[in-house]
């Protein structure tokens, strides 16, 4: 399992990195490259270049960014967990982080990289979604900002142009009396999950008056469940309404470890699970 | 951690005198190299003008393979040549994976590389030679194969249909080999039971992941006519005979060497086709070559195990007395049966094995072992006891459900008694030194059944499903030679020691056992220290290598601590008899007055000894000081076989308590216990570590761990991403104790205790599932068992 | 077929200095320090999934095959080779005593995991250290035992 030859460029900044991706579509990102080694190690992608950003400074910072919460696309999942803003302002966010991988995979993996691969069973996409996130990515025509639901469009597919880069994301800071909870199943520690659920809610326990449910897992990007949030708003929990409710709104797709009715069915009693997270 | 056992073995002398090591728990001094970096594994090996390979594997379970264009290849950066069947065969005879003594067995000639048909996904059809890995691999790119694509026979349940897909026309069907065992008459006695009850299991075909991968250094030394093989392998005699038989060369002059192997558990055991080709390749272009097959192709290149299909029927009698067995297994393995110890071993122990702790005198068992275009399958630790022990133990629970008896006490009524032995198993093979009884009532001591029942019924009304159970097992270690010798195979039964003193006074030991982290060389120290009576750090010890140790077998079938492990207690009495006789010349008295102690020899009575140093330096330097006729001889030997039975069975109890989570499916294991009598133990906390290891492998297998094939023979989950073995987070801790019952057969009284976890793991836990599950009117019948199967089983899914 | 791209870099392995080496692009951090006798770095899936290739990279745990070796340039590595201060050699005591590993090959990257946790000095339960380690494939202990010398480890810390 040696990866096949490329030319290994150290990008210097922001816009020689643009610059050489532009010109090049055969060429790919190197940040963490947790997610990009295992596939070149197994020859599933045999780029010509590769352009290692992960040296670029500035591209790490996070920050409180007016109402957002900005995290910089070079910071590593670790830099983000043991992060004093982060964890004042967005402390579910650590949480959902200690369920990705492992600790030497945190401390190389980025939080851009993997916003920007988007694995579907990936929690960062599912949260970006859930919090209504702002994905900041920079290319030759300067900066845009792309909200995430309309950054996923497909099975390892984005919104990105070629020439883009993500340089960060801005997560809207938390209302008063607003929560995420979630929870995922999965058959090991650190495995992709057989289905997540994030939820952003608002109000409590037994007052829930916001409430929108973003899964992962189970399909090919985060899949947004409005009309069953809806139906959980009005009704409570029951299980054969919302069952029936996500299979009408999520195209399951079944993996190696649970077959599309059983995402359904995970996904479903996720709701119950991740909602009696919340307090009175 | 200094633990003395004191009811071990009174053959072996007091346990209060110094140097007595034998019973206990010291720390692997020797192994310390592996935490600072300095294990030499194969791929640590660099030599002089050293290549490397990459194999072409099929990318298809079944296709002609019409024709091979290798001439880009071979122009590609660093490539030395490539190579296809045709010059491999030209120094590589072919081989057949059959034995004599198991009755008709069929299977065909296999070659290194396959010639005009590839029959399993991953068969070696090519191989590259660079200077590196990479650049091999890169080769392997330009290689232009002309594949035909032919149907597979990939389901087991239809290989022996008239439809099926046979894979070698010459033998007109798949079915490699099949056997019957009858003993009694179980028709009548299920007629004559109370009440009978079935089930039929099936194991998901599974396979070893040793974290380091199977490797090979091979070098043809021309100028010596003479072949150094650097192997991770298990059985270094064994390699050194096949390597000279198929590539014809001077047994005497092919060196195996087995330095450190990071985990083997039977993997590495067998004859790889791979492994071969570089053997022949090195003595074709003259040069060493080093092959580490990588995480993707051992995945579908490491000998896979335990594909069954099982159904069983027992009948009891109305006060829970079992009357009759009967069993009917089915397993697949490949295209071929494995050389040299054959695909058959598996499905033979399934029906030598099952019922083995019970008294049951009508039994009838079928065995049915069939080809498919899959990985080839072979011996992996534990090899059938897991399926012979679930099915066995599973049909128990069934009983006493049926019957509403307890699910110990229906097994402790049907247990050969303790004091019963010798005696048989329902199969017919000879049983001896086996403690049943006494190792339930340990268990049950140790588990508090009481206690999780009452847990088990309160966890019920809060909808928590909680289970338990236990099972009795029977383990296979220190085979004779009935196992493999009979039928053919040039695998020693016979294992020696050899023991020196040196100059120095420091003591050498060389043992043909090997070592691949179950801490042979630890033990051998031990015994060798403790009988001789010496300090332990005076001893060093050579293993793993044809020119420096003894011939025998190495390490497999548990065989290490009670084969290798006698041969040295006798090598090391016969050098303390030789030293004793020695002294006695030198010190002027009578032998029976001496004896050694932390490298002296004492006079029992006091006054003054000699240290074996001086002796030593006498013996080797002045020698003309020692009265006439001494015959100094400060080097021993003794080797060991056991006789007159085909195994020395050990046996184990064990229990687990359960909890699954209704809404995922997902099986926690909360407790774990394992009372292991292995005998006398050497070293009782390696003992405790094999058993942990081999349960949390059990584990793997019961709930995680299969090969996953679509219907065109491809795996699945080949990575080590998709294949799920057991990792920290979720393996429980165990509780191991012990009963000791010394095997008659040797003076040390050790058995083996390598396998035991992995056999009786897999029945404990399914148990307990099913016995949680039975709560609900559930259960599941299918390992592993995953939350899919249990939301299956629940209803929650279809 | 691309050219044989190699980069030229400096970096510290043990403290000891690696000056304008050339390494192959392509190679990854754990083939290359193998390549110079570092065998202590073992490799066992090259995906990131099995840790027996965990290093130390300017302070933290990474795995060496899933980082360039070129993206060592600049850096301070330490092996399994260097795992010699005090605080590790009690470490490998505590792993000696409760035979805290059998083969071996997954001890490096054990050790690493475990110093890393050591030096975020948290008193950690059972279940918790249960989770620091569970990227680190052991299949020979069962986990049981590096449990038991980690747990030692910690409370001796604390």
Redesign the interface.
């Known amino acids: 399992?040696?990866?096949?030859?490329?030319?290994?460029h150290?990008a210097v900044n922001l816009q020689d990195a643009i610059k050489i991706k532009a010109q090049d579509d055969e060429a790919v990102i190197?940040a963490g490259?947790?997610s990009l080694?295992?596939a070149?190690?197994?020859?599933l992608s045999s780029p010509?270049c590769?352009i290692?950003i992960?040296k670029i400074s500035g591209l790490n910072e996070i920050k409180i960014d007016g109402q957002t919460l900005f995290i910089g696309a070079l910071a590593t999942h670790?830099d983000v967990m043991n992060n004093k803003t982060v964890k004042d302002n967005m402390p579910c966010m650590i949480d959902i982080l200690k369920m990705v991988?492992?600790?030497?995979?945190r401390?190389?993996g980025t939080h851009g990289g993997s916003i920007a691969y988007g694995d579907p069973a990936a929690e960062l996409p599912a949260l970006a979604v859930a919090t209504n996130a702002e994905i900041i990515v920079s290319g030759q025509n300067g900066e845009r900002s792309i909200n995430a639901k309309e950054f996923y469009l497909g099975l390892f597919e984005t919104a990105i142009n070629q020439d883009e880069i993500v340089v960060g994301i801005k997560y809207p800071l938390l209302k008063q009396g607003q929560k995420i909870v979630f929870d995922e199943?999965c058959?090991?520690?650190?495995?992709?999950a057989?289905a997540g659920l994030i939820a952003n809610v608002m109000g409590s326990k037994n007052d829930i008056k916001d409430l929108k449910l973003v899964f992962f897992a189970t399909g090919d990007k985060p899949d947004v469940a409005d009309k069953t949030a809806r139906l959980y708003l009005d009704n409570g929990y029951d299980y054969d309404k919302l069952k029936n409710s996500l299979s009408s709104e999520i195209d399951f797709a079944g993996d190696?470890?649970?077959?599309s009715?059983?995402k359904l069915?995970?996904a479903t009693?996720l709701i119950?699970?991740v909602l009696s997270k919340l307090e009175n | 951690m200094d633990d003395i056992k004191v009811n071990q073995n009174p053959k072996l002398g007091s346990l209060d005198r110094p140097n007595s090591y034998i019973g206990r728990s010291l720390p692997r001094e020797n192994a310390k190299k592996h935490l600072d970096g300095g294990g030499q594994f194969v791929d640590d090996l660099t030599l002089p003008r050293m290549v490397h390979v990459a194999f072409l594997r099929s990318p298809f379970a079944h296709a002609e393979i019409k024709s091979i264009n290798t001439n880009d290849a071979k122009k590609s950066d660093g490539v030395v040549d490539v190579f296809t069947a045709k010059e491999i065969d030209e120094v590589c005879k072919p081989w057949i994976g059959t034995l004599g003594h198991l009755g008709e067995m069929r299977s065909p000639e296999q070659t290194p590389l396959a010639k005009k048909i590839a029959r399993w996904q991953g068969e070696p059809v090519a191989v590259v030679i660079a200077d590196s890995r990479a650049q091999a691999e890169d080769a392997l790119e330009l290689i232009e194969v002309d594949w035909a694509e032919k149907e597979a026979q990939v389901d087991m349940e239809t290989a022996l249909d008239s439809n099926a897909v046979v894979i070698h026309p010459e033998l007109g069907n798949n079915l490699f080999w099949t056997r019957t065992v009858n003993q009694g008459d179980v028709e009548k006695a299920f007629k004559e039971a109370d009440a009978v009850v079935e089930a039929t299991l099936d194991f998901a075909r599974h396979t070893g992941v040793t974290l380091e991968s199977r490797g090979i250094v091979a070098d043809w030394n021309k100028a010596e006519n003479k072949m150094t093989i650097y192997h991770n392998g298990q059985a270094p005699h064994m390699m050194q005979h096949i390597i000279a038989k198929h590539l014809d060369l001077n047994e005497g002059l092919v060196r195996i060497v087995s330095r450190d192997v990071g985990g083997s558990f039977g993997i590495k055991v067998h004859v790889y086709p791979d492994e071969m080709a570089v053997t022949a390749i090195s003595k074709k272009i003259g040069r060493p070559v080093k092959f580490i097959a990588d995480r993707l192709e051992s995945f579908t290149t490491d000998i896979h195990a335990r594909c069954h299909k099982i159904s069983g029927k027992l009948g009891v009698d109305k006060n829970g007395k079992i009357l009759a067995m009967e069993i009917d297994d089915l397993s697949g393995i490949g295209p071929f049966s494995m050389y040299p110890r054959t695909s058959a071993i598996e499905t033979n122990q399934v029906l030598n094995l099952s019922g083995a702790p019970y008294v049951i005198p009508n039994y009838k068992a079928v065995g049915t072992v069939v080809f498919q275009n899959k990985t080839p399958m072979c011996q992996y630790r534990a090899v059938g006891h897991p399926i012979a022990v679930a099915i066995t133990e599973a049909l128990i629970d069934k009983a006493a459900y049926k019957i509403d008896m307890d699910i110990d006490k229906i097994r402790k009524i049907n247990f050969i008694p303790d004091n019963a032995y010798p005696n048989k198993c329902p199969s017919g093979v000879p049983l001896e030194d086996l403690s049943h009884e006494a190792s339930m009532d340990k268990l049950l001591e140790i588990m508090d059944i009481k206690e999780i029942e009452v847990q088990k019924e309160e966890d019920l009304k809060k909808g928590v499903l909680t289970g338990h159970g236990v099972i009795s097992m029977c383990e296979v270690t220190n085979p004779s030679p009935l196992f493999y010798g009979v039928g053919g195979a040039h695998i020693s039964s016979q294992d020696g020691a050899s023991i020196r003193l040196e100059g120095s006074g420091a003591i050498h030991l060389s043992s043909s056992i090997t070592e691949q982290g179950q801490g042979t060389e630890a033990i051998m120290k031990q015994i060798a220290a403790d009988q001789l009576g010496v300090k332990m750090e005076s001893v060093r010890v050579t293993l793993g290598d044809t020119d420096a140790t003894p011939y025998g077998g190495g390490t497999w079938a548990s065989r290490g601590a009670g084969i290798g492990g006698e041969a040295v207690l006798k090598a090391a009495r016969k050098l303390k008899d030789n030293i004793l006789n020695i002294a006695a010349a030198i010190m002027q008295t009578d032998k029976d007055t001496l004896d050694i102690e932390d490298n002296n020899v004492i006079r029992k009575n006091g006054g003054e000894g000699i240290s074996l140093q001086k002796l030593a330096e006498t013996v080797y330097y002045r020698g003309h000081e020692l009265p006439k006729g001494t015959n100094a001889e400060l080097l021993a030997t003794a080797s060991f076989l056991i006789e007159g039975i085909p195994f020395v069975f050990t046996n184990s109890a064990m229990g687990c308590q359960v909890s699954i989570d209704q809404d995922t499916g997902i099986i926690k294991i909360n407790k774990f216990w394992a009372v292991e009598d292995c005998g006398t133990q050497i070293n009782p906390k390696l003992v405790e570590e094999q058993i942990r290891g081999g349960v949390i492998q059990g584990i793997g297998g019961a709930l995680f761990e299969e090969c996953v094939y679509d219907d065109q023979g491809n795996m699945q989950n080949a990575t080590m991403a998709d294949y799920l073995v057991p990792m920290a987070y979720e393996m429980p801790d165990i509780i191991v104790d012990h009963v000791t019952t010394n095997s008659g057969r040797s003076i040390i009284g050790a058995k083996g205790a390598g396998e035991a976890g992995t056999g009786g793991a897999p029945a404990v836990i399914m148990n307990a599932v099913n016995n949680a599950l039975k709560q609900v009117n559930a259960e599941v019948v299918s390992q592993p068992i995953t939350p899919e199967k249990i939301l299956k089983a629940l209803g929650k899914i279809q | 077929m691309a050219a044989n791209n190699s980069v030229n870099i400096s970096f510290t392995v043990n403290g000891e200095r690696f000056n304008n080496v050339n390494v192959p692009s392509r190679q990854h951090l754990a083939d290359y320090l193998r390549s110079q006798g570092f065998t202590g770095t073992h490799l066992g899936c090259e995906q990131g999934a099995c840790g027996a290739c965990t290093i130390e990279m300017d302070g933290k745990a990474v795995r060496s095959c899933l980082v360039l070796a070129s993206q060592a340039n600049g850096t301070n590595l330490k092996t399994v080779e260097g795992f010699d201060d005090e605080m590790m050699e009690k470490v490998k005591q505590n792993f000696l005593k409760h035979n805290a590993f059998q083969c071996g090959f997954c001890s490096p990257g054990m050790l690493m995991t475990t110093k890393e946790i050591l030096l975020n000095k948290k008193k950690l339960t059972r279940d918790e250290i249960r989770s620091e380690i569970s990227g680190n494939y052991c299949r020979c202990t069962g986990y049981q035992s590096i449990v038991d010398a980690i747990e030692e480890c910690i409370n001796e810390i604390n």
């Open positions: 399992m040696k990866a096949a030859d490329f030319s290994y150290e190197l490259g947790q080694l295992p070149l190690n197994m020859r010509t590769l290692d992960s670790s991988a492992h600790p030497a995979i401390n190389k199943v058959r090991r520690h650190g495995d992709y057989m190696l470890n649970s077959s009715e059983m069915h995970l009693v119950k699970k």
